[in-house]
Protein backbone atom coordinates (compact mmCIF):
# COMPACT_ATOMS: atom_id res chain seq x y z
CA UNK A 1 0.00 0.00 0.00
CA UNK A 2 1.12 3.54 -0.97
CA UNK A 3 0.74 6.69 1.43
CA UNK A 4 1.43 9.41 0.00
CA UNK A 5 1.18 12.82 2.65
CA UNK A 6 1.19 16.32 0.85
CA UNK A 7 2.78 19.39 2.82
CA UNK A 8 4.21 22.42 2.15
CA UNK A 9 1.39 24.86 1.11
CA UNK A 10 -0.06 27.96 3.02
CA UNK A 11 -0.31 31.53 2.03
CA UNK A 12 1.62 33.29 -0.41
CA UNK A 13 2.03 36.78 -2.10
CA UNK A 14 1.54 36.83 -5.58
CA UNK A 15 5.80 36.60 -7.01
CA UNK A 16 6.93 34.91 -4.13
CA UNK A 17 7.51 31.27 -4.07
CA UNK A 18 6.63 28.15 -1.86
CA UNK A 19 7.64 24.38 -2.03
CA UNK A 20 5.65 21.23 -1.38
CA UNK A 21 6.46 17.84 -0.96
CA UNK A 22 5.21 14.44 -1.04
CA UNK A 23 5.94 12.13 1.27
CA UNK A 24 5.68 8.37 0.94
CA UNK A 25 5.99 5.91 4.15
CA UNK A 26 6.35 2.42 2.37
CA UNK A 27 9.43 3.01 0.98
CA UNK A 28 7.97 2.50 -2.83
CA UNK A 29 7.96 5.86 -4.45
CA UNK A 30 10.75 4.94 -6.76
CA UNK A 31 8.61 1.94 -9.07
CA UNK A 32 5.83 5.08 -9.68
CA UNK A 33 5.26 7.89 -11.66
CA UNK A 34 4.28 10.64 -9.88
CA UNK A 35 2.30 13.58 -10.29
CA UNK A 36 1.19 16.67 -8.92
CA UNK A 37 -2.58 17.93 -9.54
CA UNK A 38 -4.98 20.58 -8.08
CA UNK A 39 -8.30 21.64 -7.38
CA UNK A 40 -10.53 24.98 -6.66
CA UNK A 41 -14.40 24.32 -4.91
CA UNK A 42 -16.56 23.73 -8.22
CA UNK A 43 -13.93 22.55 -10.58
CA UNK A 44 -12.79 19.59 -11.63
CA UNK A 45 -9.04 18.22 -10.44
CA UNK A 46 -6.56 20.02 -12.98
CA UNK A 47 -3.16 18.63 -14.21
CA UNK A 48 0.03 20.55 -12.64
CA UNK A 49 2.82 18.40 -13.59
CA UNK A 50 4.42 15.09 -13.77
CA UNK A 51 7.72 13.21 -13.73
CA UNK A 52 8.85 9.44 -14.72
CA UNK A 53 9.63 6.75 -12.55
CA UNK A 54 13.25 7.48 -12.94
CA UNK A 55 12.89 11.24 -13.18
CA UNK A 56 14.19 11.35 -16.23
CA UNK A 57 11.76 12.89 -17.76
CA UNK A 58 9.19 15.92 -16.69
CA UNK A 59 5.49 17.33 -18.04
CA UNK A 60 3.88 20.36 -17.16
CA UNK A 61 0.69 22.25 -17.68
CA UNK A 62 1.14 25.56 -19.89
CA UNK A 63 -0.39 27.11 -17.24
CA UNK A 64 2.68 26.40 -14.69
CA UNK A 65 5.36 25.74 -17.11
CA UNK A 66 8.17 28.03 -16.47
CA UNK A 67 7.27 28.34 -13.03
CA UNK A 68 6.85 25.22 -11.23
CA UNK A 69 9.48 22.79 -11.61
CA UNK A 70 8.48 18.94 -10.30
CA UNK A 71 11.67 16.94 -9.13
CA UNK A 72 12.26 13.25 -6.87
CA UNK A 73 14.29 12.16 -4.28
CA UNK A 74 13.60 8.65 -4.26
CA UNK A 75 15.89 7.98 -1.80
CA UNK A 76 14.26 9.91 0.56
CA UNK A 77 10.73 8.81 -0.89
CA UNK A 78 9.70 12.83 -1.69
CA UNK A 79 8.35 14.42 -4.10
CA UNK A 80 8.89 17.77 -4.51
CA UNK A 81 6.67 21.01 -6.12
CA UNK A 82 8.90 24.02 -6.58
CA UNK A 83 6.48 27.20 -7.22
CA UNK A 84 7.62 30.09 -7.96
CA UNK A 85 6.32 33.72 -9.33
CA UNK A 86 3.01 32.46 -8.09
CA UNK A 87 0.10 33.77 -9.14
CA UNK A 88 -3.37 34.34 -8.07
CA UNK A 89 -4.82 32.11 -9.89
CA UNK A 90 -2.47 28.98 -8.48
CA UNK A 91 -4.84 29.19 -5.43
CA UNK A 92 -5.99 25.42 -5.23
CA UNK A 93 -5.71 22.61 -2.72
CA UNK A 94 -2.92 20.55 -4.74
CA UNK A 95 -2.48 17.18 -4.31
CA UNK A 96 0.58 14.94 -5.47
CA UNK A 97 -0.29 11.12 -7.16
CA UNK A 98 1.41 8.09 -7.79
CA UNK A 99 0.63 5.52 -10.98
CA UNK A 100 2.15 3.62 -13.14
CA UNK A 101 2.79 6.21 -16.25
CA UNK A 102 3.23 10.01 -16.01
CA UNK A 103 -0.12 11.01 -17.65
CA UNK A 104 -1.91 13.98 -17.68
CA UNK A 105 -5.08 11.88 -16.53
CA UNK A 106 -6.25 12.03 -12.51
CA UNK A 107 -8.18 8.77 -13.31
CA UNK A 108 -4.88 6.97 -14.39
CA UNK A 109 -3.31 7.50 -11.15
CA UNK A 110 -4.16 5.16 -8.41
CA UNK A 111 -2.63 6.93 -5.38
CA UNK A 112 -2.98 9.82 -3.45
CA UNK A 113 -2.50 12.24 -0.96
CA UNK A 114 -4.50 14.20 1.47
CA UNK A 115 -3.76 17.43 -0.15
CA UNK A 116 -2.51 20.74 0.68
CA UNK A 117 -3.81 24.22 0.28
CA UNK A 118 -2.24 26.53 -1.44
CA UNK A 119 -3.12 30.58 -1.38
CA UNK A 120 -1.95 33.36 -3.70
CA UNK A 121 -2.83 36.96 -2.02
CA UNK A 122 -2.30 40.32 -3.50
Known amino acids: QVHLVDSGGGLAQVGASLKLSCAES????????MGWFRQVPGKEREFVAAITWGGGSTYYADSVKGRFTISRDDADNTVYLQMNSLKLEDTAVYYCAAGRVPTLRSQDYEYWGQGTQVTVSS
Open 26 to 33: GGSLGIYA
